[in-house]
């Protein structure tokens, strides 16, 4: 069965450190691939999402992820953490042209520390 | 622009009552979705809608129900309330296929 793990539910970086969220998914056919976020209090929002093409996606906010099919993953990135980008990231996974099948991972919380 | 509106934002029930969550959308978007999201166990699909008129169930149906009699609304309604409803729920919306999720800011429900 089609399944999305992240790792880690809380990551805590320092302001203007690397941050890097790992998403690993298990399917037998080629995925859609997302990163959403989520502020506290509001609902998610689209960070970057992979259909087909260039494997390295860029997002908003200054965040990158790469599908990578050998290591079944798509790890979201950002070279310098803000303070601003402490929230709840989810990775999520669809197949084939069907958006309502979208699954999502558990969530990690990303703290950003002064 | 409103996007996705839910009302109400927070309700606390009792075990065994019924409630509907609303939920419209201003966007013209075919496609519409109900989440819960569970600490630590991300959204899960309960209901979702291709049209007015079409619905089907997704991951975790139990317990709920939906309509979509027109494009712009899809109600949630939940029967005889139980501790396990406890949780936060999001509306979605697209266009379908694998057009970007517009979420509305959830709504907090509390089973007591």
């Known amino acids: 069965a089609q399944s999305v793990t992240q790792l880690g539910s809380h990551v805590s970086v320092s302001e203007g450190a690397l941050v890097l969220l790992r998403c690993n998914y298990s399917s037998s056919v080629p995925p859609y691939l997302f990163w959403y976020v989520q502020y506290p209090n509001q609902g998610l929002q689209l960070l970057l999402k992979y259909t087909t093409g260039a494997t390295l996606v860029k997002g908003i906010n200054g965040f990158e992820a790469e599908f990578k099919k050998s290591e079944t993953s798509f790890h979201l990135t950002k070279p310098s953490a803000h303070m601003s980008d402490a929230a709840e990231y989810f990775c999520a996974v669809s197949w084939g042209d069907s958006s309502y099948k979208l699954i999502f991972g558990s969530g990690t919380r990303l703290l950003v520390r002064p | 622009n409103a996007g996705v509106t839910q009302t109400p934002k927070f309700r606390i029930l009792k075990i065994g009552q019924s409630m509907t969550l609303q939920c419209a959308q201003d966007?013209?978007?075919?496609?519409m979705y109900w989440y819960r999201q569970d600490p630590g166990m991300g959204l899960k699909l309960i209901y979702y809608s291709v049209g007015a008129g079409i619905t089907d169930k997704g991951e975790v149906p139990n317990g709920y129900n939906v309509s979509r009699s027109t494009t712009e609304d899809f109600p949630l309604r939940l029967e005889l309330a139980a501790p396990s409803q406890t949780s936060v729920y999001f509306c979605a919306s697209n266009q379908g296929g694998n057009g970007e999720l517009f979420f509305g800011e959830g709504s907090r429900l509390t089973v007591l």
């Open positions: 966007m013209n978007h075919n496609y």
